[in-house]
């Protein structure tokens, strides 16, 4: 994997679950993210095959659960692989396919939210997108939100 992922997995056995003195915040379930975003979408992370930039059927899956828990709090929460998945089953040409049209669309959901939330989708501590999510909230100040901790 790398340093940046030693880090990341550093930073996640490391953590004390709902420490909010960091900008990276371990141990948040859903319930806990109620009043953190400043009354903007949540920015819901979820895995996705960034080397392929493809949105598999599991990926939007697993984003789509974590986006409904949210709503299920009163919460609105935007994925990028939930609005991916579903432009590409309609144009499986769309740009968003391709490297840069995958950064643009998340830079403008990115930059709408008020925090981030990392849910506790199956390879979410080895995933890039994810790494990369969370490296630009945490340099921008937006809050940092993870539901594992220690989870690989």
């Given at each position: 994997?790398g ?36 009354g903007k ?54 740009k ?16 709408a ?24 909230a945490a ?14």
């Amino acid at each position: 994997m790398g340093a940046p992922f030693d880090e990341w997995a550093g930073l996640s056995h490391s953590a004390k679950p709902q420490d909010w003195s960091g900008p990276i915040v371990f141990g948040v379930g859903p319930s806990d993210v109620v009043g953190r975003s400043g009354g903007k979408p949540v920015y819901v992370t979820s895995t996705v095959r960034l080397d392929l930039y493809q949105v598999t059927e599991a990926d939007a899956l697993s984003a789509a659960r974590a986006c409904a828990e949210l709503s299920r709090m009163g919460i609105w929460a935007v994925s990028p692989v939930i609005l991916g998945a579903a432009m590409l089953e309609v144009d499986m040409h769309l740009k968003i396919n391709e490297p840069v049209g995958w950064a643009k669309q998340v830079a403008g959901l990115r930059n709408a939210a008020g925090a981030l939330w990392v849910p506790a989708c199956r390879g979410w501590a080895s995933c890039p997108q994810i790494w990369a999510d969370v490296q630009w909230a945490a340099s921008h100040g937006v809050p940092v939100m993870v539901e594992a901790k220690g989870v690989m």
